[in-house]
């Protein structure tokens, strides 16, 4: 009698694609937010066991490292290429400095780029008190160290502290601008519309580009307003 050479179910579970568990979990994750979504709940969307999950990916906390990490690569990739235009003048281009920080975000946002769910998949994660997610969105900021030293030989006059404090300001700036378009609607009685791609990279860049244009503070004269 010889043997079955038919797979076992779980066999051919085990080789789903892990593809199609990562796009499963960032389309759950953006629709309810990471804390909100268990294993099973992956599984079941994908059509697949929970072992197969773990096979793949360990545990909930690493498929969601794995998420982030994947979408802040292909945003750094983007940004890679336009920060090396800034890095091959001998003095940065402020404007282009600060194009390479807004607009990879801002042009995935259009309906025909296809990536809401990654965009709101990144909305919800970048701001989530899981340890995974802040772990890992803390990890992707040693990347901006390069664009620190770009700053610093586009405005030598400015100190490395206050270089970073701008900075640190000017992702601010892009995460109001791309993730909080609402606010804008809402305020402005329907006048500015943030879904303009184009106009909210150009203002958000203006923005900025004064920002770090801007004196530098004196240290010890801000002070607290009078009551």
Not at 21 to 29: D, F, G, Q, V
Not at 38 to 43: E, K, P, Y
Not at 141 to 162: C, D, I, N, T
Request: aromatic residues 6%; proline residues 5%.
């Amino acid at each position: 009698m010889t043997a079955s050479t038919t797979p076992h179910p779980e066999s051919r579970e085990i080789g789903a694609s892990a593809t199609t568990i990562l796009e499963t979990a960032e389309r759950l994750c953006a629709e309810r937010g990471p804390e909100s979504v268990s294993v099973r709940d992956i599984a079941k969307a994908a059509d697949v066991s929970i072992s197969v999950i773990y096979h793949h990916f360990g545990s909930k906390a690493q498929l969601l490292r794995t998420v982030l990490q994947t979408r802040l690569a292909e945003l750094g990739e983007i940004r890679d290429a336009l920060f090396a235009e800034a890095e091959a003048q001998e003095t940065p281009e402020l404007r282009k400095v600060l194009y390479a920080i807004f607009a990879p975000v801002a042009r995935l946002r259009p309906p025909a780029a296809g990536r809401q769910v990654t965009m709101q998949f990144l909305a919800r994660a970048l701001v989530s008190p899981l340890p995974e997610m802040k772990e890992e969105a803390d990890s992707s900021v040693f990347a901006l160290k390069r664009v620190v030293r770009l700053l610093e030989r586009a405005l030598p006059h400015l100190s490395h502290a206050e270089i970073c404090w701008r900075l640190h300001f000017t992702f601010g700036i892009e995460h109001m601008t791309h993730w909080d378009d609402a606010r804008l609607a809402i305020m402005s009685d329907g006048e500015c519309n943030g879904n303009a791609i184009e106009e909210s990279i150009e203002r958000a860049i203006a923005y900025a580009e004064a920002a770090f244009l801007a004196p530098a503070l004196a240290v010890g004269s801000a002070s607290a307003p009078s009551a």
